[in-house]
């Protein structure tokens, strides 16, 4: 069974910085890609950035880039989304996932319990 524990949410103001956490509890986490999914009330779930395996090569949204940076330790089995400039419209609940790429949430197959990201303005 595979666990993905997420921290690093919380309440900042627009234009701030916040850095989300995502351990993983799988023993073979370098073998699969690592994600950053949205949820705001009443929208869908939104793809944000994935990581390839090695970390080496990434995707993000086109509402994020040049924001957010998506980063992994495959030491610590440990996944980072760095979030710079924050705004209100990135509020939402952030949802750490596995295993898939791109938008398709089916295309991952685990995920987290979701951490709460609010920007005041």
């Known amino acids: 069974q595979v666990q993905l524990v997420e921290s690093g949410g919380g309440l900042v103001q627009a234009g701030g910085s916040l850095r989300l956490s995502c351990a993983a509890s799988g023993r073979t986490f370098s073998s699969y890609t690592m994600g950053w999914f949205r949820q705001a009330p009443g929208k869908e779930r939104e793809f944000v950035a994935v990581?390839?395996?090695?970390?080496?090569?990434?995707h993000v949204a086109d509402s994020v880039k040049g924001r957010f940076t998506i980063s992994r330790d495959n030491a610590k089995n440990t996944v980072y989304l760095q979030m710079t400039s924050l705004k209100p419209e990135d509020t939402a609940v952030y949802y750490c996932?596995?295993?898939?790429?791109?938008?398709?949430?089916?295309?991952?197959?685990?995920w987290g319990q979701g951490t709460q990201v609010t920007v005041s303005s």
């Open positions: 990581i390839s395996t090695s970390g080496r090569s990434t």
């Open positions: 996932t596995r295993g898939g790429w791109g938008m398709d949430v089916g295309s991952y197959d685990y």
